[in-house]
């Protein structure tokens, strides 16, 4: 997670931090987004006629958003990715046996980010989308990534990103996450106890290479009234195990 040290081109910077206001924003105009990225309207005019002549946003009277252009470099981004390959398969099946939300994670410059996400049929919605990014320190997935990365990388994370309190039950200290860790790499999985959002508890176990490093994770979210006690803390581990087991083994030999 190395951070360039090259210098920035700023306009470059404010045509990005325009997209992704309107992706904040769900769309706006060009008033609301000079307030959001606090810059000019003449400025934001510019670079929204910009995107606009590349077809990578649309606009509908004086509301302008995110075209389906962007479709294409999501795609291609997610295909990158050995386990989007072979996982979505093994999601959706962890989804129908739990009956809650499953998903596949990968960690990308210090953050977690959804690769695929499945719905069982008793799954609550949740602020999670594919491409959604989320700290790792807050969240199962995270942890049973972090478990399995150098000393090294995990204090890199910690000061780029920070351990910011998300809930009263949210790590937020160096010593507390690297204890958690050693339990995480100890047993191979991985619990978020409400850490992220109250309310809301997740397990979730790491998808190793064959160097033992952690290249994304497989969880199930749901519920705390759902995922306690035996079903927590035993039958979804074994469950989330299982399936991260399987996709290594179709991303060796498939």
Known sequence: ?????????????????????????????TTEIAEHVDTT????????????????????DDTYDVGLKFL???????SCHDVARVGPDEIDKLAEKTNEMANL?????????????????????????????????????????????????IDEVIETHGLSKHTDRTITDRETLFEELDVVREQGYAFDREERL???????????????????????????????????????????RASANVIEINMTFG
Not at 72 to 78: D, F, L, T
Not at 135 to 147: D, E, Q, R, S, V
Not at 214 to 232: C, H, M, N, Q, T
Request: with cysteine; glycine share 8%; hydrophobic share 35%.
């Open 1 to 29: 997670m190395k951070k360039s040290n090259a210098p920035s081109v700023a306009a470059t910077e404010t045509s990005f931090e325009i997209i992704e206001a309107l992706i904040e924003l769900d769309g706006a105009g």
């Open 41 to 60: 309207k003449s400025t934001v005019y510019n670079h929204l006629q910009t995107l606009l002549n590349k077809n990578y946003i649309v606009k509908e």
């Open 72 to 78: 294409r470099v999501g795609e291609h981004a997610r």
């Open 105 to 153: 994670v990968v960690e990308e410059h210090g953050q977690g980010v959804f690769l695929y996400r499945a719905k069982g049929s008793d799954a609550v919605h949740m602020d999670t989308h594919t491409g959604k990014r989320l700290p790792l320190h807050t969240t199962a997935f995270g942890k049973a990534i972090l478990a399995h990365h150098p000393e090294e990388e």
């Open 198 to 240: 109250e309310g809301l508890r997740c397990v979730a176990a790491p998808i190793l290479n064959g160097e033992g490093r952690a290249i994304g994770a497989v969880s199930v979210s749901g519920p705390k009234d759902r995922l306690r006690e035996e079903r927590f803390e035993e039958e979804f581990p074994r469950l989330v």
